[in-house]
């Protein structure tokens, strides 16, 4: 049996998430002063288990290709975080089995897809889909 190993990298990917935790923070009516190191300390701790869910859900993928057929195409679906930039699970998964062609794609809520800035996008995902943003 092999180790289960959680890696919380201070890479680009703890920065998206740090700044993601604290856009919601000011949002909230309860944000703390800048200075105050209790927020950080608490999007820290939601870190580790975004690494924890991001490392389970690589386990699950690499263990799922293993015992498929060898041409077998593994489709995991996840929330946007955990693989745009090839971030997240698609790293772990990557780590875990560094040879394999792995393709992300993403989707992207626009108001007109048919009218979307693709540039900006680009580096999202292997491919992006934009998808009609619904109106509130």
Same mark, same amino acid.
């Given at each position: 049996m092999t180790a289960h190993v959680t890696i919380c990298p201070m890479?680009?990917? =703890? ?10 923070? #000011? %949002?909230?009516?309860?944000?703390? /002063?800048?200075?105050?190191?209790? !927020? ?14 991001? /490392? ?18 593994? +489709?995991?679906?996840?929330?946007? @975080? =955990? ?5 997240? #699970?698609? /790293?772990?998964?990557? $780590? $875990? ?8 794609? %993403?989707? +992207? ?10 540039? !900006?996008?680009? $580096? ?5 889909? @934009? #998808?009609?943003? !619904?109106?509130?």
């Amino acid at each position: 049996m092999t180790a289960h190993v959680t890696i919380c990298p201070m890479d680009d990917y =703890h920065a998206r998430f740090m700044d993601e935790m604290h856009a919601h923070s #000011t %949002g909230s009516g309860g944000a703390a /002063e800048p200075d105050d190191p209790l !927020p950080t300390a608490m999007a820290e701790r939601f870190y580790v288990a975004q690494c924890v869910k991001d /490392e389970t859900m690589a386990e699950s993928i690499v263990r799922a290709k293993h015992a498929a057929p060898r041409d077998a195409i593994v +489709v995991h679906f996840t929330g946007a @975080f =955990h693989s745009d930039y090839s971030q997240g #699970t698609v /790293e772990r998964v990557r $780590r $875990r089995e560094s040879s394999w062609n792995l393709v992300v794609i %993403g989707a +992207v809520p626009v108001p007109d897809p048919s009218a979307a800035p693709i540039a !900006p996008e680009t $580096r999202i995902a292997s491919f992006v889909i @934009f #998808t009609k943003q !619904p109106s509130h």
